[in-house]
Antibody, heavy 119, light 111 residues
Framework: QVQLQESGPGLVKPSQTLSLTCTVS??????????WSWIRQPAGKGLEWIGR???????NYNPSLKGRVTISVDTSKNQFSLKLSSVTAADTALYYC???????????WGQGTLVTVSS | QSVLTQPPSASGTPGQRVTISCSGS????????VYWYQQLPGTAPKLLIY???QRPSGVPDRFSGSKSGTSASLAISGLRSEDEADYYC????????????FGTGTKVTVL
């Protein structure tokens, strides 16, 4: 059974770039017709889809993030990554990585990692 | 901000049926599949319903989804204490290059 684990700095300074990695275990990131997404949730608030990447490297992003986001995949490490630039306090949230099936977005979730943007 | 609107809260006693609505538009619910996610306190969300009314393996048949026009609903029948959670609807939105949008979320309380 595939499992996802987010990792990265828990504290990022304003205007810097947030970088997170999701490690996939229990299966190959390249097998199957999957895409891999990032979703975030500010404390006490709802969910926001950030974007997704296919193992081909093709990616789709939430337009509301205005070009600040890049999601990439490293099949050799069985990982995919999120970079969010020019962060502000509004980017403070619990960040989840997910595996998407053709028939279902976010069918499998990681446990989430908290990122705080503060000086 | 969320483009899918849900009531902030819903409640019921054990055994009752609770329904949660999700209102959208022709660019999201009206033209795309609806998904529902359950988030138990302190945990990551879990896929509950996909493609409007399909349940992943392991999800009890007490949970059911439906859709009509630009609105969708999640029904929980035979409400149990372990169903106390936040529930989110979601759908792809065809506007502006497409984006996966979530509802505002509904907190279900078992009285």
């Amino acid at each position: 059974q595939v499992q996802l684990q987010e990792s990265g700095p828990g504290l990022v300074k304003p205007s810097q770039t947030l970088s997170l990695t999701c490690t996939v275990s229990g299966g190959s990131i390249s097998s199957g017709a999957y895409s891999w997404s990032w979703i975030r949730q500010p404390a006490g608030k709802g969910l926001e889809w950030i974007g997704r990447v296919y193992t081909s490297g093709s990616a789709n992003y939430n337009p509301s993030l205005k070009g600040r986001v890049t999601i990439s995949v490293d099949t050799s490490k069985n990982q995919f990554s999120l970079k969010l630039s020019s962060v502000t306090a509004a980017d403070t949230a619990l960040y989840y990585c997910t595996r998407d099936l053709v028939i279902a977005v976010a069918a499998t979730w990681g446990q989430g990692t908290l990122v705080t943007v503060s000086s | 901000q969320s483009v899918l609107t849900q009531p902030p809260s819903a409640s019921g006693t054990p055994g009752q049926r609770v329904t949660i609505s999700c209102s959208g538009s022709s660019s999201n619910i009206g033209g795309n599949y609806v998904y529902w996610y359950q988030q138990l306190p302190g945990t990551a969300p879990k896929l509950l319903i996909y493609r409007d009314n399909q349940r992943p393996s392991g999800v009890p048949d007490r949970f059911s989804g439906s859709k009509s026009g630009t609105s969708a609903s999640l029904a929980i029948s035979g409400l149990r204490s372990e169903d106390e959670a936040d529930y989110y609807c979601a759908a792809w939105d065809d506007r502006v290059s497409g984006s996966f949008v979530f509802g505002t979320g509904t907190k279900v309380t078992v009285l």
